[in-house]
């Protein structure tokens, strides 16, 4: 078959050790105990890129249809969306939850 | 009548309705995406709650995840990622026609998979034995706050859902032994092997990000 990326074993040993470093990474940052609000940026922030290097060389998005790449895209569009609907309300109670 | 001129060529995987089997792989890959985005959303509702629950109660959390293992935590993440590498490989064996590297690599990720859930059993089973199970079976008396059965029904879902996945990995890929045992797969064909890796790096990422979330909480 024409067009499939097929990428070298050296490459993909490559992504996968990255990813081992950045998750020790991740642990090493939580021992630094960041101030309060920079220790979830931290983390998020790695795992984001992690997640990243995932989809764009394991899922092979980098050499893929842009549409596939545009179906990602909305579907963490649509996940912010989620979330920042849902904490307009839940920030902004006066009385958060009653019972739960 | 029509034309059956090509009729012998044809592939026996292509089904009829498709061009050719560029155009079938392409079609089921982009199937497979939109179940993707379905999953990144079905797991959204889960990090929505995460989220609200942590914006009301961020002590909570804080207090809560210290006892949840984080070196645990650490070797199934890097279990997890370690058997996203084993899929790569796989799916690469298979586009070289190397099918008894493809069988090897997928025992291989299915052994990973199996050392993730024994892992998670092991977790699971030592907070059962301390009275941690998710709302109103809490019981446990170790942790001050009042609202703590909320961060492990949190925790119990998220992990719950990504295990169950985790769980129906490891069949599909065993399916796809029995498959690639029996001669289906080539380099001309290989499409439930892209597929199948698709959704298991997707557990992979969001795992990658459970973990910080809940273990890696100072």
């Known amino acids: 078959m024409s067009g499939h ?8 040993w490559g992504i996968g050790s990255a990813l081992f470093f950045l998750t020790f990474i991740t642990v090493a940052a939580s021992w630094v105990h960041f101030p309060s609000p920079w220790n979830i940026v931290v983390a998020i922030g790695i795992a984001s890129v992690k997640a990243l290097i995932v989809v764009a060389f394991f899922m092979n998005l980098w050499w893929d249809s842009k549409f596939n790449s545009m179906l990602f895209v909305m579907s963490l569009i649509f996940f912010l969306l989620l979330i920042g609907i849902t904490l307009l309300d839940t920030l902004f109670r006066v009385d958060p939850v009653p019972s739960f | 009548m029509s034309d059956t001129s090509g009729v012998q060529d044809k592939p026996k995987h292509l089904k009829h309705y498709f061009v050719d089997s560029d155009q079938q792989f392409e079609a089921s890959k982009m199937g497979m995406w939109v179940f993707l985005v379905t999953e990144i959303l079905f797991f959204g509702g889960l990090f929505a709650a995460y989220i609200v629950y942590r914006s009301w109660y961020p002590e909570l959390y ?148 459970l973990f910080p979330l809940l273990y890696l909480i100072d």
């Open chain 2, 62 to 209: 804080i207090q809560a995840s210290t006892e949840l293992d984080t070196f645990w935590g650490t070797v199934n993440t890097a279990v997890l990622i370690g058997s996203s590498l084993t899929v790569a490989m796989a799916i690469r064996s298979a586009q070289l026609n190397q099918i008894k590297g493809l069988i090897t690599n997928l025992w291989i990720t299915i052994s990973l998979a199996f050392v993730f859930m024994v892992i998670k059993f092991f977790e699971y089973t030592h907070k059962f034995d301390k009275g941690i199970l998710p709302g109103e079976y809490y019981t446990y008396e170790g942790l001050a706050h009042e609202k703590a059965n909320i961060f492990f029904s949190i925790y119990y879902m998220m992990t719950g859902l990504h295990g169950i996945h985790v769980i129906i990995g490891i069949g599909l890929m065993l399916f796809l032994v029995y498959k690639a045992k029996k001669g289906v797969f080539s380099s001309e064909y290989y499409t439930p092997v892209e597929i199948t890796g698709l959704y298991w790096h997707l557990v992979d990422v969001i795992w990658i990000f």
């Open chain 1, 5 to 12: 990326h097929i990428s070298s074993a050296k490459f993909l």
